[in-house]
């Protein structure tokens, strides 16, 4: 997860103002998801990059997923049922 949020930001803080801007108008967040294949697990994001994120003053959203959910997902795909 750092990783990746470590290029997002990468990217996007040399356009800071422009997205400190855009957030003043527009709803913005950091949206992450996870999820492991047996419910365990997790991630750390150290003191600099939770600052890194902190000043854009957007926030950031965790979505869990379950192995439960994954499963479910994946039957109701295979099953053609087009919902």
Not at 1 to 11: F, I
Not at 22 to 49: H, I, R, T, W
């Amino acid at each position: 997860m750092e990783h990746h949020l470590k290029w997002v930001l990468d990217t996007l803080e040399p356009r800071f103002e422009l997205i400190r801007e855009l957030a003043a108008v527009y709803k913005m967040d950091f949206f992450c998801g996870f999820s492991s294949g047996n419910g365990q697990g997790g991630f750390d994001l150290n003191g600099e990059m939770l600052a890194r994120l902190a000043r854009f003053g957007i926030p950031l959203t965790l979505n869990l997923y379950p192995p439960e959910a994954a499963t479910s997902v994946e039957a109701h795909s295979d099953s053609g049922d087009p919902e």
